[in-house]
């Protein structure tokens, strides 16, 4: 069974430092991976996609992921945050019908 | 740009009534999808749709049901609302047709049943 599990529920850093949002995921073949934001009362907005090209990818607003096969790991990064990221950050799995699955979200609260 | 819009972005309502929930997109998708959100439970699938006239049931699918008589338009119904369906609505699409095809958010309906 596919499965995606955010390692942390809620994560608070301090503006100008790095963020790291942890993610997890369970398949039996070579996902595709998604991060998803979400500001308060908002819909969710793609940050990036991995789709077994390179290992690093780029998204916006500065966030990067990079996938990691041996460790069943797509964890989210940026070198330094902003009060702009502060919301709700979604890992996705793609299953083999294009449907989406989910992990739980993390809350990313950044203190000025 | 890809659009998904949802008919309202706050509704009440109360206890046993029918409730229809709009979802359009403009980008010719053909799935479309319905979740609800709730604190600590992530996104959990309702139902969705790969062509007009077709759904299949997502991981929650009990107690409501949904409509796709337009390519664009994706309905989903509660027939009769409960409290316990007090929740943020969600609609999402895209392409068919493989597993790296990204979903497209509308900005969802917070739905409060009294």
């Known amino acids: 069974a596919q499965s995606v599990t955010q390692l942390d529920s809620h994560v608070s850093v301090s503006e100008g430092t790095p963020v790291l949002l942890r993610c997890n995921y369970s398949?039996?073949?070579?996902?595709?991976l998604f991060w998803y934001v979400q500001h308060p009362n908002k819909g969710l907005q793609l940050l990036l996609k991995y789709t077994s090209a390179a290992t690093l990818v780029k998204g916006i607003n500065g966030f990067e992921a990079e996938f990691k096969k041996s460790e069943t790991s797509f964890h989210l990064t940026k070198p330094s945050a902003h009060m702009s990221d502060a919301a709700e950050y979604f890992c996705a799995l793609s299953g083999n019908t294009g449907k989406l699955i989910f992990g739980q979200g993390t809350t990313l609260q950044v203190k000025p | 740009d890809v659009k998904v819009t949802q008919s309202s972005r706050y509704l009440v309502k109360r206890t046993g009534e029918k409730v229809f929930l709009e979802c359009v997109q403009d980008?010719?998708?053909?799935?479309m999808f319905w979740y609800r959100q709730d604190p600590g439970l992530g996104l959990r699938l309702i139902y969705f749709s790969y062509d007009v006239k077709m759904k299949e049931k997502g991981d929650i699918p009990e107690g409501y049901s949904v409509s796709r008589e337009k390519k664009e338009r994706f309905s989903l119904i509660l027939e009769s609302a409960s409290t316990n369906q007090t929740s943020m609505y969600l609609c999402?699409?895209?392409?068919?047709?493989?597993?790296?095809?990204?979903?497209?958010f509308g900005p969802g309906t917070r739905l409060t049943v009294t």
């Open positions: 398949s039996s073949y070579s996902p595709s």
């Open positions: 999402a699409s895209s392409l068919w047709g493989g597993t790296s095809y990204e979903q497209y």
């Open positions: 980008m010719d998708h053909e799935n």
